[in-house]
């Protein structure tokens, strides 16, 4: 299957749409921690159309040369041996986005964003949804989508999941959800409310608030 591997963007600013909805759920001026913030993409929106306090972590050197290029305040760091540093309550928002499947503990790692900050915002590909089922099942290949353009042999992602798996881990760690959305394959909220195993067909992504119980 041929995919493009660039994300659904919006016309008129080009900014992502995934990281449009993100930056939605954050309250302006808030305290934020981007953990995985790639290239700052999605720290420069907060920054510039929500205002807030930002700060990022980066595991490659060339993201945070790209942050940094930005006049972004982004570390070199790992998700899954660094947060461990970070006080209880240092942020309002902690966000992980499309990242925890590239962690080696996802749980872990789930634990410390809930600890961290007052809010966690998590999202990640979807490997419930329909076209992965389709690859697998009838084609017998590992997927290739929008949101996992990666082949099977160069993938970052260890640690695959899906809607209902995520769901899943939140009710094991105590995590209470605020807001959840499914986005469909063009980026859009999948606007009528379905149950999670619906969701878990025909969300491409999932993108989840979420505060401690």
Request: glycine share 10%; charged share 25%.
């Amino acid at each position: 299957m041929t995919v493009s591997s660039l994300p659904a963007t919006d016309l008129e600013t080009g900014h992502r749409l995934d990281f449009l909805l993100v930056a939605d759920m954050v309250e302006p001026g808030s305290r934020v921690l981007d953990i995985g913030c790639g290239d700052g993409s999605l720290l420069g929106i907060l920054r510039d159309r929500r205002g807030v306090d930002g700060r990022g972590i980066e595991i490659s050197r060339e993201g945070v040369n790209a942050c940094l290029a930005k006049g972004l305040p982004v570390i070199q760091g790992d998700a899954d041996t660094d947060l461990a540093d970070y006080p209880d309550d240092a942020f309002d928002y902690v966000i992980l986005s499309q990242t925890i499947q590239a962690t080696r503990q996802p749980r872990v790692v789930l634990e410390h964003l809930l600890r961290i900050g007052r809010r966690a915002i998590v999202s990640f590909p979807n490997f419930g949804h329909w076209r992965v089922r389709f690859d697998l099942g009838f084609r017998g290949r590992m997927p290739m989508t929008e949101n996992l353009p990666y082949s099977w042999y160069d993938t970052p992602n260890i640690h695959f999941c899906t809607i209902r798996d995520f769901v899943e881990l939140c009710r094991e760690v105590g995590a209470q959800m605020e807001k959840a959305v499914a986005l469909n394959a063009g980026g859009q909220p999948i606007r009528v409310t379905l149950p999670w195993w619906a969701w878990n067909l025909l969300g491409d992504q999932g993108v989840f608030l979420l505060k401690r119980r």
